[in-house]
Structure formats: C-alpha cells, structure tokens
C-alpha cells in the first residue's frame, strides 16, 4: 500500500491526520510543526520533500546528515534538526549544521556545545531530550535531572532553550504513549514557572505511531519518519 502512493500524498495525509487531531484538541494546524525524519533516505528525497512543501528535516546522526545536507547546501529556508544521540567530540559540526539541536541530555555536552557557541559568537538552540518513561535504553535525561539541566541552560548566554523533547515508549496502542506525552507537557509547564525568562514554547514528541496522541497532550513539533519517507 506504502509502496503505491507518492511522497507528496503520504505528506497530505500526514497534514490531514495533523489538521484532525489539532482540531479535535481545540488547536491550530498551523500551531504544529512537521519534522520529516530523512534519516537513511537519500537527498533526493529530501528535496522531493521539500518540494512538497516540507520545510523542517531531522536527523539522527552528525555525519550522515553532513554529508547528505550540506553539500549541495539545502535551500536558506530549510531548517535542519539533531535529533539522535549527540557525542561532544561531534559538537562542533552540530552546532553549525543543525539550526535546533533537540537531543541535549547530559551535563558534559552542554560544555561541550557552550565553547562551540562561544566560538561562533551567537547562543544555539536547543531542545533538553527528557526520558519521560525512563527506558533504560533511551537517551534523554532522568525527569528528576530536567529541573538542573534545564537552569544550567537557562543559565548560559551559549543557549536558547527553546523547550523539550522526548522519545515515547514504542506501545501497542498510542493512547498508552499519553502519559508519556502529558508528562513532558507537565515538567515543561513545572520548568518555565521556574525560567519566567524563557517561553519553553517548544514541546517535541510524537513519531509515525503515534503523532496524534502527541498532538492531543500539545506537541508542536512532531518527528515523522516513516509515515513521510515509507518503510526504512
Ligand atoms: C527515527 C526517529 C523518528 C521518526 O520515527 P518514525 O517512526 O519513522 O516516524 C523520530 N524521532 C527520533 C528521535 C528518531 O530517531
């Protein structure tokens, strides 16, 4: 079925799932952002997506992304974002690529990241990836971490905290992922009363699965993947 419908259909479906789940919660589409997920899809496809109007591109890893992005360079208006694992010793290609680097978790690499915006003289934006459901595979920080990180970020003219991001347990049934999503709602609601300085508007979560569960509980950047580009 996949297989037989078109890049630029998979993509109105996609904004027709958004437009119906924004609107059952009482939201704007527009108030949703859409993160195609290239991640192991050549750049052809990244252009056929940003034909089809696709704007905002995730990738999970430095290198890929280097080489697939940057060269040719995508159009101006294009915004690229990290959202897999981030090593430090990467920070520096990052921190110039990526115009939101949505995957910052740890203590080290936001050291890391702040002598790299010192370098290119203007602060990064950033996402704190949060392990809402504490799986011990997932990256993102312990939710009782969030409230430190996030003031180390707040802290440090190298950052723009924009908000929070977070992975959802993969479950059978997305209403199961709500939780997980209203927890990250909850903590960023807990973090901007403590940073009344910084919007924290940015709420990343939902993937191919489960995006309009994520849009109930107020997600405005959803990450598809699959859903966009098919079967990886
Ligand atoms: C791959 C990936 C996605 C997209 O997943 P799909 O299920 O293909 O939509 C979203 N977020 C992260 C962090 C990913 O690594």
Redesign the pocket.
Known sequence: MLEQTTLAERIARVRAQVADAALRAGRRPEDVTIVA?C?TFPRDAVDAAYLAGMRHF?E?RVQEAQGKLSDPPMPADAMLHL??QLQSNKSRPAASLFGLIESVDRLSLIDALEREAERLERPIPVLLQVNVAREPQKSGCAPEDAPMLAARLAASPAFDLQGLMT?APLVPDPDLARPTFAGLRDLRDLLRAAHPGHALDVLSMG???DYPAAIAEGATHI?????IFGT?
């Open positions: 997920v991640k995730g999970n959202i897999g992975i993937m191919s699965d990450r598809i993947g699959r859903a990886r």
